[in-house]
């Protein structure tokens, strides 16, 4: 292979077309956030490598792509923002009590496994809010989100809501070590229920406890249908006060008018382990991964010194532009263009009259000819564009 064409495996070169998709859903993307009062900032590509420490919940160090600068020091491509933005927001918005609400657009590197097609490289566009631990903050993420892909031309997904402390208040009832919390949680993000219920038995978990467990297994549309399940809870508050975080979320969800893209799946848990609260993923057709991620983050500040409740989501850009391809949505971007042609004697007229074009909003490739024949042999080869001369429309 000649390594001077070629990219590494895990990034590819993107052309064309597919730049144009692309600088549309990030644009449509990016304006939604702003309608929502989101400032944007950017956060370098790499930093040190203890920004994404494996200790706080972060990336694991094996996933990072890490060197080392002429200092010695260890760095890291970006493998996430939410920590970058946590190191940022203590760092500039410290003596800040307002809430912050701060939205990126950029790429992360993973060093993903080989020949399992994963890339390594993705854009993600997304948003943090900061300082609010509110149920309307958690809220308006999930509006920000569906708003955003319909934005983006997408019509049919589901936002799948669950609550990191479903999962961890019932370890901590069931008294499980570190091994078997790791043993419960393959078995959940695995979809292996009959596996768990067999485990929990096993384990001699009492049956109540073992009720609440097969939650987990349950995708409701509508949270009604753990209602019964509350009293149940009363005993274990953390999962109880989960629950009903839940149930009273639905009712603001049904105010911004986007329950019908929402579902909440209790048994939702995720691999990065900073999250708190409410956690979330988007699916759609075309897609076997989750097209944005997200959650609350309350205790991740406070490894940088800026002890203060987040909450925030990343959409993968790449992921949902192959489910817009897959679903054969057409996006409105302009691929139209004007071929001018000009005999070279005409070159300073021609100038000025691309200019003209091109302050009006068209795009303009500009041509030169030397004869009849040659200029119909360019009218050919560009026979897709429109094809205007210096003296008006050909």
């Known amino acids: 292979m000649n390594s001077l064409l070629h990219t590494p495996e895990g990034v590819r070169d993107i052309l064309g077309d597919e730049c ?7 644009k449509a993307l990016t304006s939604l956030l702003f309608s929502y009062g989101y400032d944007q900032v950017e956060t370098p590509m790499f930093e040190f490598t203890d920004t994404y420490s494996e200790s706080y919940g972060s990336t694991p160090e094996r996933d990072m792509f890490r060197f080392f600068d002429r200092d010695g020091n260890t760095l890291a491509l970006r493998p996430d923002f939410t920590p970058s933005i946590a190191r940022l927001t203590a760092r500039f918005f410290s003596d800040t009590k307002e809430t912050i609400r701060l939205c990126y657009q950029g790429n992360v590197f993973k060093n993903r496994h080989s020949l399992r097609g994963e890339m390594s490289e993705q854009t ?12 309307e ?4 993420m999930i509006s920000i989100i569906v708003n955003g892909f319909l934005s983006a031309g997408l019509s049919k997904f589901q936002i799948s809501i669950g609550h990191a402390d479903i999962f961890n208040g019932l370890i901590e009832a069931a008294g499980f070590s570190s091994d078997e ?19 929990l038995t096993q384990k001699k978990v009492d049956q109540d406890l073992q009720s609440l467990f097969s939650l987990l297994s349950k995708i409701f549309m509508n949270p009604d249908e753990w209602k019964d399940s509350l009293e149940m809870a009363r005993n274990y508050p953390p999962v109880y006060n989960a629950l009903s975080h839940l149930y009273q979320m639905n009712e603001l969800l049904s105010a911004y008018g986007v329950e019908d893209y929402v579902s909440f ?10 999250y708190t609260g409410i956690i979330f993923a988007g699916y759609t057709l075309g897609s076997g991964k989750p097209i944005v991620t997200g959650g609350r983050y309350d205790s991740l500040l406070g490894h940088f010194g800026a002890d203060r409740p ?9 992921e949902l532009l192959l489910a817009i391809d897959r679903q054969h949505i057409e996006l409105p971007i302009e691929n139209a263009k004007i071929l001018l042609l000009y005999p070279r004697n005409q070159v300073k007229s021609a100038i000025r009259k691309a200019d003209s074009l091109r302050k009006a909003g068209n795009r303009v490739l500009m041509h030169s000819y030397n004869d009849t024949d040659h200029k119909n042999k360019l009218c050919i080869k560009y026979a897709s564009f429109t094809i205007m001369e210096t003296g008006g429309e050909k």
């Open 181 to 199: 919390e790791k043993d419960v949680h393959d078995f959940v993000s695995n979809k292996n229920f009959f596996g768990l219920s067999e485990y």
């Open 265 to 274: 799946d209790l048994g939702l848990v995720r691999s990065l382990n900073y």
């Open 124 to 135: 993600q566009v997304g948003a943090e809010m900061i300082g609010d631990s509110s149920i």
């Open 20 to 26: 144009q998709k692309k600088n549309y859903v990030m």
């Open 137 to 140: 903050s958690d809220a308006e």
């Open 310 to 318: 987040a909450i925030g989501f990343a959409i993968l850009v790449d």
